[in-house]
């Protein structure tokens, strides 16, 4: 992790260094969603299997990242991060050399999975500690990006390459990146032995000096955990699904599925950061988040009843912003309810284990409901009331939160 930081001092390597790992582990997970179509219609995987290509990364993190956020508050990154290059090496080669095996290439992405809960964890915490107290909300902001950029890289590759080199040559822009971050560490990891900023050794992710957080804190964080467990289930039913969709409802081919489904990764994007200065403008943070869940929920009860514009533009567009501003809250939970000092590698551990709930549930269930009811008529309605009850737990967060007063200014 970066070095403490002042509250004037943002550690901007620190900062790119914990992004790059985030956005490393987004592209491994959604590198399948634009190929997606092709390997079904060419291995005959079934809706639900292909579903549990992306969720088997969310089992994974569920079972690890309590775990691995308490090694890493121990004992530092370093180690795990070399073993999650590895890993992510390893398990690409297997996908391509016996793709057609269902149960191999499963195996192979949960494999994928162990890699992904490391950095999911890593990197946001790398980027709070780098941010420091003033730079919460800019922290929070740029690593909230990390799904969409990733998943924006991944289209983009599949857009340039797959047409004329098959869906593999997305597993060997993976190999590629993860190379370039494994040299990264090194280079980070020797200027930690020499007293450079950016530090990965066994104190990277100690707490400092501060009072032990309470009961109430650590509740809060789970309710923090649960609503990013909700929110989630919806978000990755859409990131898993919308080309698929794009393909089987509308005739999009798959190349054109990836190009549409770039305008609400771009939207989504830039909404990750417009939430930093909302935020730094005093706006509550759990209110922010209720707002934004509020709009995403409209959209999902609104849709059976859209025209097929209506509905594109809704769904490119309006939910995409909201779907922008709430992962900025949600990543900024951590600081924000026990102070940047105290949201290590534990605290993320709790968070992440909530999101990897939500990313097990949504891409399966999305995909059983599709396969079960013939259609996609059910999900948006199953969807809303999910988002009913996630907006319901951003207000009792809030009212959670105003009992507490930090000091830290977003």
């Given amino acids: 992790?970066?070095?403490?930081?002042?509250?004037?001092?943002?550690?901007?390597?620190g900062l790119a260094f914990g992004l790059s790992l985030a956005v490393l582990a987004a592209y491994q997970q959604?590198?399948?969603?634009?190929?997606?179509?092709?390997?079904?219609?060419e291995y005959g995987f079934s809706r639900i299997l292909a579903g549990g290509f992306v969720s088997v990364y969310a089992a994974c993190g569920l079972l690890l990242s309590l775990r691995l956020g308490a090694i890493m508050q121990r004992h530092g990154a370093a180690g795990l991060l070399n073993l999650?290059?590895?890993?992510?090496?390893?398990?690409?080669?297997?996908?391509?050399?016996w793709p057609a095996l269902g149960w191999l290439f499963l195996v192979a992405r949960a494999v994928e999975g162990i890699a992904f809960a490391i950095l999911a964890i890593a990197g946001p915490a790398i980027c709070t500690a780098s941010g420091g107290r003033r730079g919460l909300a800019v922290s929070s902001a740029l690593i909230a990006t990390w799904i969409p950029v990733g998943a924006l890289v991944a289209n983009l590759a599949a857009v340039g390459l797959v047409e004329w080199a098959g869906w593999r040559a997305l597993w060997w822009v993976g190999i590629g990146a993860t190379a370039a971050m494994a040299a990264w560490t090194a280079v980070i990891r020797a200027g930690g032995r020499t007293g450079g900023r950016v530090r990965l050794g066994a104190m990277a992710y100690a707490a400092t000096a501060a009072a032990a957080p309470s009961r109430a804190q650590w509740r809060m964080m789970t309710l923090a955990a649960l609503l990013f467990t909700v929110w989630s289930v919806q978000m990755f039913a859409y990131f898993t699904w919308l080309p698929d969709y794009l393909v089987d409802t509308y005739g999009q081919s798959p190349r054109i599925a990836a190009l549409l489904f770039m305008i609400p990764l771009a939207v989504l994007t830039v909404f990750n950061l417009i939430a930093a200065p909302i935020l730094r403008a005093g706006v509550p943070v759990a209110m922010l988040l209720a707002a934004a869940i509020g709009v995403q929920t409209l959209v999902w009860l609104v849709l059976p009843h859209l025209g097929p514009v209506a509905a594109g533009i809704a769904a490119f567009l309006v939910f995409a912003a909201a779907a922008g501003i709430a992962p900025t809250c949600l990543f900024a939970l951590p600081g924000t309810i026990f102070g940047v000092e105290g949201a290590g590698g534990r605290a993320f551990g709790v968070l992440m284990t909530g999101r990897n709930l939500g990313v097990l549930c949504g891409p399966l269930m999305t995909g059983a409901l599709v396969q079960l009811t013939g259609g996609w008529d059910t999900v948006p309605k199953v969807l809303g009331a999910l988002g009913v009850l996630s907006m319901i737990g951003a207000f009792g967060l809030h009212f959670r939160l105003r009992r507490l007063s930090y000091g830290i200014s977003l």
Avoid: E, Y
């Fill in 30 to 41: 959604l590198k399948l969603p634009p190929v997606l179509p092709i390997l079904i219609q």
């Fill in 1 to 13: 992790m970066a070095n403490r930081t002042t509250d004037s001092d943002t550690n901007w390597t």
């Fill in 84 to 97: 999650a290059f590895v890993l992510f090496a390893a398990a690409a080669g297997v996908m391509m050399l």
